[in-house]
Nanobody
Framework: QVQLVESGGGLVQAGGSLRLSCVAS????????MEWYRQAPGKQRELVAT???????NYVDSVKGRFTISRDNAKNMVYLQMNNLKPEDTAVYYC????????????WGQGTQVTVAS
């Protein structure tokens, strides 16, 4: 079982920055993939960024060049640095961990609200 807690959300003006944090209850070095998702009102949850245990990253096109995902294995933390925020980035942001031991198991945090004012 992996418990995840997100923090760092808030209200920011367009063009501003926020850094989201996700702390895991277990060593993230044992977690295959850490991801950030977001869900805007009335929309489906969307994968925003991925980082593997090897450090490879991937982003949805709409955030490339603006968002950066990183991990600190020593602190069991994953971060999402968000720069040049836009109103369309407004959503609840969720951290997800995937552990593959035979089958893949996914664990979610409770989410943190990000609101970007125009």
């Amino acid at each position: 079982q992996v418990q995840l807690v997100e923090s760092g959300g808030g209200l920011v003006q367009a063009g501003g920055s926020l850094r989201l944090s996700c702390v895991a209850s277990t060593s993230i070095s044992s977690i295959n993939t850490m991801e950030w998702y977001r869900q805007a009102p009335g929309k489906q949850r969307e994968l925003v960024a991925t980082i593997t245990s090897g450090g490879s990253t991937n982003y949805v096109d709409s955030v490339k060049g603006r968002f950066t995902i990183s991990r600190d294995n020593a602190k069991n933390m994953v971060y999402l640095q968000m720069n040049n925020l836009k109103p369309e980035d407004t959503a609840v942001y969720y951290c997800r961990a995937t552990v593959v031991v035979g089958a893949a198991r996914h664990y979610w945090g409770q989410g943190t609200q990000v609101t970007v004012a125009s």
